[in-house]
Structure formats: C-alpha cells, structure tokens
C-alpha cells in the first residue's frame, strides 16, 4: 500500500473524529420553532407533529422555561390564530392583542436574555390562505403584498422582537422591509432573517396542520421555488444579500443541501440558517419508530450534514433534544 492510501490513521479515536468537523454544533445554533394559539391557555399536540404543541400566551412559562435553563437561547414564533376574522389582506397578523405580538412582550418580560425571532406572513391570517395579496384577476400584486409584509415585520420590531424572519417569498419583501425597519427606528435593532430560497415542498404538510395555513385555492408554486431551481435559488439567495437581509435561509433542510453549500459561497459574510421543517422532522421520528435507525443517531446525522453544507444556525423541533444531547 501507498503512503498516500492510509487514512484511517487519521480517525482511529473518538476525538480525532470530532476534529474532522470543520465547525461544532452548540446549543445557540439551534433555533426552536414554537406554535402561539390566540387561547391564551392552549397546550395542544399537534398529531402530526410529535412531541409538539399549540401554546397559549399564558402557558409561555412552563413551556419555555425548563428549555431556558438547558441553554435554550432562540425561539421563532409562528401565530396560529382560530378566533380571528381573516381578510384580503391579512389584518389580523398586526392585531396588538393577536397571539404573536402578545407572545413577544411576554418572552421578552419572562426570559430577558432569549433571543426572539418572529416569522412574518400573511397566510396565517387571510381569507384566501395565500402568503400575498392578489390582483382582480386573481393574480400576485407584489408592491402591495410587500408593503403589507413590511408593515406586519415593522409591528412585531416594535412589540420588541430581535429579528423578523419573512417567510412569503413575495418579490421585493427584504427590500421593503428593510426601509420599513429603517425609517421606523428599527433599523438597527432588529435582524431581517430572509427564507431566501424557500422552496415548494412536499415536507409542508404536518405544518399546515399545526398552523392551519392551506390555501383555500391553488398552490403556492408561483412563489416558492420548484424543487428542480439551482439556478433560481442561486439568484434568489443573491437579490436577497443585495436587498438587505442580515441572515439567508435555505428551507427545507435536507433535500437541498447543495442550495446551502450554494449559499455559503454566494454569501460568505453572512450567518445561513436552514431550517429543518416539519416533514422532515417527522420523517427522521417515523423512521426511528420503524426500527429503520436509532432516533438520536439520525437527528444527529441530519443537523451535522447542513453544517457541513456551511450551515451556522438551524430551525428545528428537535431543538429541545439537542439542548439534552449537547449537555452529556
Ligand atoms: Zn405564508
């Protein structure tokens, strides 16, 4: 044999196995995606989602707070609401007594140092379930549909959270959005996290179970990404790096590895986030259920290979594992 050819000499031992990872996972690039119904003492499952819950803003305590102690240190806050009145153009997702605006000045009083990120759609919230608003014709119209969505980031910076996340794939929303933040004072003190290529998945669904966020026609196609778009996600991670966004996320997670290692060459100056969604998570917990792979094992392997791929900060359920697991 070659010189050349002997590597193993190189992994023999736990700990020259972990100095094969370029970068380590660490409790803060975990980010925890929790669900805020408008009953203020919800604890709901989510069936499709296991091991998750619908919270009510009164229930952020105990919810919360055992996280906390393990090292938590950022959660993204997706409303649920039930008992609102949707419309057009989604008014209800600023609504002060709404659950998101509500759950952000409580985690804010409850845990000082936690840091929050809220996403920002329509969906949840109009009439039509769609992420913009449309034309007569029963189009897009992405002037309006972007003003919208900055208007809703700019209530959530102002009820007090750190960063808001858009998830609608509206043309021009980082863009929007950011001048909102800037000409309201927030510039400078809120983070705009871009779902920069955020595609149309099939690892949707448990989600649109947990939210309630179907569209009532039609598919989300002309504005999330085709599975099959390199190229289209490669010039939208671009556009949204020019437009002002200070973190690019890639969604989902695991079948699209190559647009993460994409934007980790396209935006090397920025944190990347992906975010592992439901579907997948649901996967990896069905799988170990099914006797396919050891459960811990599996979720490990997941999150480490998006690291690999240049991630430096994940959305995922299995966030409150990971706070365990990381503490052995
Ligand atoms: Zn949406």
């Known amino acids: 044999?070659?010189?050349?050819?002997?590597?193993?000499?190189?992994?023999q031992h736990p700990l020259s196995r972990s100095w094969q990872a370029r970068r380590h996972l660490t409790k803060s690039m975990f980010m925890y995606p929790i669900f805020i119904t408008d009953d203020p003492n919800a604890s709901v499952e989510i069936l499709s989602l296991p091991g998750q819950r619908r919270w009510g803003v009164n229930k952020l305590e105990e919810f919360l707070g055992p996280l906390v102690?393990?090292?938590?240190?950022?959660?993204?806050?997706?409303?649920?609401?039930?008992?609102?009145?949707?419309?057009?153009?989604?008014?209800?997702?600023?609504?002060p007594s709404g659950p998101v605006i509500l759950a952000v000045k409580?985690?804010?009083?409850?845990?000082?140092?936690?840091?929050?990120?809220?996403?920002?759609?329509?969906?949840?919230?109009?009439?039509?379930?769609?992420?913009?608003?449309?034309r007569p014709d029963g189009s897009i119209d992405p002037?309006?549909?972007?003003?919208?969505?900055?208007?809703?980031?700019?209530?959530?910076?102002?009820?007090?959270?750190?960063?808001?996340?858009?998830?609608?794939m509206m043309d021009g929303r980082i863009k929007a959005i950011k001048?909102?933040?800037m000409n309201g004072g927030y510039g400078n003190q809120c983070t705009l996290m871009s779902y920069s290529a955020k595609f149309a998945s099939s690892l949707y669904?448990?989600?649109?179970?947990?939210?309630g966020s179907a569209p009532a026609f039609g598919d989300r196609k002309c504005y999330q990404l085709p599975p099959q778009a390199k190229g289209l996600a490669r010039r939208a991670?671009?556009?949204?790096?020019?437009?002002?966004?200070?973190?690019?996320?890639?969604?989902?997670?695991?079948?699209?590895?190559?647009?993460?290692?994409?934007?980790?060459e396209l935006?090397?100056?920025?944190?990347?986030?992906?975010?592992?969604?439901?579907?997948?998570?649901?996967?990896?917990?069905?799988?170990?259920?099914?006797?396919?792979?050891?459960?811990?094992?599996?979720?490990?392997?997941?999150?480490?290979?998006?690291?690999?791929?240049?991630?430096?900060?994940?959305?995922?359920?299995?966030?409150?594992?990971?706070l365990d697991w990381l503490s052995e």
């Open 69 to 95: 102690k393990k090292g938590l240190q950022s959660v993204i806050i997706f409303g649920v609401p039930f008992n609102c009145v949707k419309d057009e153009r989604g008014t209800p997702a600023d609504d």
């Open 179 to 181: 001048l909102a933040l």
């Open 143 to 168: 002037v309006p549909s972007a003003a919208r969505i900055a208007e809703v980031a700019l209530s959530y910076a102002k009820a007090g959270a750190h960063c808001v996340a858009p998830s609608d």
């Open 205 to 211: 669904g448990p989600f649109r179970d947990a939210a």
């Open 267 to 322: 935006a090397p100056n920025h944190p990347l986030a992906c975010y592992q969604v439901s579907g997948e998570y649901a996967m990896v917990v069905a799988g170990a259920r099914a006797g396919v792979y050891d459960l811990r094992t599996m979720a490990f392997e997941s999150v480490e290979s998006m690291v690999r791929a240049g991630c430096t900060l994940i959305l995922t359920y299995f966030t409150p594992q990971f």
């Open 106 to 134: 409580k985690l804010r009083q409850l845990f000082p140092s936690l840091y929050i990120a809220c996403d920002v759609c329509l969906c949840e919230y109009t009439s039509h379930g769609h992420c913009g608003l449309f």
């Open 1 to 11: 044999m070659d010189t050349s050819s002997v590597l193993q000499g190189g992994y």
């Open 237 to 264: 991670i671009q556009r949204d790096v020019a437009e002002g966004a200070d973190i690019i996320m890639v969604k989902p997670a695991l079948p699209y590895l190559d647009i993460i290692q994409d934007a980790a």
